[in-house]
């Protein structure tokens, strides 16, 4: 039977309906939070959409301790030293939190496009990226909200008039502001080409027009409400159906290729010729450090290997010869409780190398893989799709024109062994050896497992993996030397800025 | 009788007295990381001293995970957009760690000053500054090493002129460089009125000449070692002779005037008048806060008050106006683990504006001497210290022009109760209301006495108090405004950028 007598919803007043989605959205965003729900909100625009007004609407309602804002300014140089994504890393939603990007990465990209400094036929590669990265924290659990404001070309060119009239607004109004008013249409079509490039089932875009300022602020409040509910739901079901904790998680085996197996221990080095080796390499080094920073080159080494492969020796001969300013060592502890608060690459993003700087982290990101694998600190998904979280990463900064060098460096257990004692043996070098060095030797062949698989999956052209034999300290050490000379050499003489 | 056949000790080759100091350091900064001490050594130098190699010397035996160097460019423009002292305060070192600054402030004073820039009178105000932010790390057990490097007029030639045959390291040298060498005696006079001006009894400055690379090395290593072992003894002692943990702290009572007591109340505001007002202020604000960021004047808003005041319905409507962009709003919670192992300023430095942006602090580094006193969050001496400190940073502030407006939200226990009450019976209100609150309100007394003493001790000219009656909302929220519009408009006018 066709229901007829519904009665008819009165009509809300624009202004009641307002502040009734201002208050659900107060109180949807609380119980996010409960939920430990991150929430990321990119509002790109056109000129003239009053975004400034429209946003500053949206967050009075919310708790001020639960959102921040990311202003993107394309005329700001410091953050233009580091790859594209770098400051969006920066600025992820914290668990619980809402990040808003007042403009964000495609609006930069966006931007340089219509500045003329970057071909049409590249934005495929910059969409790429941007996708990538909101994958990445979607399967982390944040929730993405992408809104693009427009404005009809008539009340752009109104609304920029009036700003130009008021002589305490006439200075918002640059040539540039009109410029991109006369590109109305092509930049309208190219912000709708990269809409349909970028729209993603857990991303989508919703282009919104600002020409009555209540209708968007309206559609605005629902996109970010519906999207709250729905993850709230997702929430509450997922609670309901969640596994026993403590379960521990089935190891899974990797059966590939055993890298390490491969593996030949050359015989070790003279005294006289390390010490004459090391000396002129280190004189190549400094001089190829000071040209790194000339050429404005980004380098990045990464250290991992075995406990007591002799990782911190090879940093130390690595740095010894370079200027202070030009490199930082960082080196990689467990999360603290705030780096746990998210995606678990935002720790190393903020580390990552400018222009003209080397950064040697002595362990990294790989520690998702290895660590993370063997001791069950993340589950089995979350480690399975780190390769290829990794391998984006890493193809960002290489398209950035970073120099990426991997070592591992590896010895038998047998002289881990000999190392162990030593150490436990000698006062000074007592503070190297833990509880937990030993524990870890118990699971070596798990070790193995998760390296072998490692090396198989993240070994790119771009970032190949160099295994160093380390049982001789001295050959290890100068090969890693010879390594980073070989892959900084040619990376200096083809050194071209990317556009972004 | 006089000892006559004393062994003479055995003169040590330069080279082992260096790896002899080498592990001293090492070993000693181990220990020193026992028991949690943080040190920071200030390497200032003219040019052509060989900072960098020295630098690198004394870090190779230090665990990488044990020091951060921050290194201090004078052309970089970004920093110059706060106060001097912002980015050190945002490289001061974590407890049982070691910050390096290569060069520092004193370094970017004195190169303003050589530049022409600023002139000689002006001097005296920077080393106060620094002087003060020495004292304040010294008083929170920061240990200090100040090294200033010097080398001979005739040696700087030569070692210039060296670096400019070399094709490899030729641009390194510029004609700042040589400019600065022909200014060789009046930089060095400079440098040790700036030394003799900022030789304290916790920070002195030790003066080392580095025509000999392996002398000043020696010399560098010893000032270091000796403020570790120092610092060590002491934490030795001060451990054997700690008080009885739990004890709980006298409260210290306070006796001056009653600020509060004197507040009146006015009538509450019509709504009519509330909503009118309200909109003129906003629309005064919005137009301020465009000059604001067009004469790149930097503004901090500091709201306290009672719980359920209205601190969050202030800020409210002095953001509402404002381009999102222009403002930054600092929730102030309990302090992270991170922020508590540095200076309990450190993390309200962190969030401090750059010119151009408004900061509102919604609580702020008042709770020192509001809810760490009253809970005994802090030692007495802690609290009893923080009036010259806060003063002191606001000084800072000040004098690179930054407005300052802080603000009391005051309302009686009566009103308190009743809005307590009302949130408990608001659904959409209730997670505003906490046990905490209910806590707080029983110490309402000692709340008062912290308030009022606060009052009295840290309102200054440049930075006065506001209180604000606020048991009519509509009335608070219009004297907020009215008193940041009054406290802008001048800025605005009279908006001079320091050379630093």
Redesign the interface.
């Known amino acids: 039977m066709k229901e007829t007598s519904d009665p008819q919803p009165e009509e809300k007043s624009g202004k009641s309906l307002l502040k009734e989605l201002a208050?659900k959205l107060?109180?949807t965003q609380?119980e996010a939070k409960k939920f430990d729900i991150p929430v990321l909100v990119i509002i790109g625009a056109m000129d003239a959409t009053e975004k400034?007004r429209l946003?500053?609407q949206v967050?009075?309602e919310i708790d001020?301790?639960s959102f921040k804002?990311y202003?993107t300014?394309a005329s700001h140089t410091?953050p233009r030293r580091y790859p594209l994504l770098h400051r969006f890393w920066n600025h992820t939603p914290l668990k619980g939190h809402i990040q808003?990007y007042?403009r964000g990465p495609y609006y930069l990209v966006l931007d340089t496009w219509a500045e003329g400094k970057l071909h049409e036929d590249k934005l495929g590669r910059y969409w790429e990226d941007i996708i990538n990265f909101e994958r990445q924290l979607s399967d982390s659990g944040v929730q993405i909200v992408k809104i693009f404001l427009t404005v009809p070309k008539k009340e752009q060119a109104k609304r920029l008039k009036k700003l130009e009239s008021n002589p305490?607004?006439s200075?918002?109004v640059t040539p540039k502001d009109w410029r991109r008013h006369r590109q109305y249409r092509p930049f309208l079509e190219a912000a709708r080409r990269m809409m349909d490039a970028t729209d993603q089932p857990h991303a989508t875009w919703h282009e919104i027009d600002t020409e009555d300022f209540k209708t968007a602020l309206i559609e605005v409040y629902h996109r970010i409400i519906d999207k709250l509910e729905n993850a709230v739901k997702a929430a509450k079901e997922k609670k309901a159906s969640a596994k026993r904790t403590g379960e521990s998680k089935p190891w899974i085996p990797y059966k590939g290729r055993n890298y390490l197996s491969e593996v030949r221990f050359p015989k070790p080095m003279e005294r006289a010729t390390y010490k004459r080796t090391l000396k002129e390499r280190q004189e190549t080094i400094h001089?190829l450090a000071?040209?790194i920073h000339?050429r404005e080159v980004p380098v990045i080494a990464v250290f991992c290997g075995w406990d007591a492969a002799g990782k911190?020796g090879c940093?130390?001969r690595l740095?010894?010869?370079?200027?202070?300013?030009g490199y930082?060592?960082v080196?990689i502890?467990a999360p603290?409780?705030?780096e746990l608060s998210h995606h678990y690459l935002w720790r190393f993003w903020k580390e990552m190398p400018p222009q003209g700087k080397i950064t040697i982290f002595?362990r990294s990101w790989y520690g998702r893989v290895l660590v993370e694998r063997v001791e069950g600190l993340c589950e089995n998904e979350e480690w399975q799709r780190a390769y290829q979280e990794i391998n984006e990463m890493e193809t960002h900064l290489h398209r950035f024109g970073t120099v990426l060098i991997k070592f591992w460096l590896h010895i038998d257990k047998d002289t881990q062994l000999e190392r162990f004692k030593a150490r436990q043996e000698n006062p000074?070098k007592q503070?190297k050896i833990t509880e937990e060095d030993w524990r870890n030797r118990e699971k070596w062949d798990r070790y193995e497992e998760s390296v072998n698989e490692m090396i198989e999956k993240t070994n790119t052209p771009y970032a190949p993996w160099n295994i160093v034999p380390s049982k001789c300290k001295m050959r290890a050490r100068i090969q890693v030397l010879d390594t980073v000379i070989q892959a900084i050499s040619p990376a200096i003489k083809k050194a071209k800025k990317p556009a972004l």
Chains 1, 2 share one sequence.
């Open positions: 208050i107060g109180v609380r400034g946003l500053n967050l009075l001020s301790r804002v202003s300014h410091e808003f007042d305490a607004t200075w918002r001089e000071h040209q000339s911190g940093i130390k740095v010894q010869s370079i200027d202070p300013r930082d060592v080196p502890a603290t409780k705030l002595d000074l503070w």
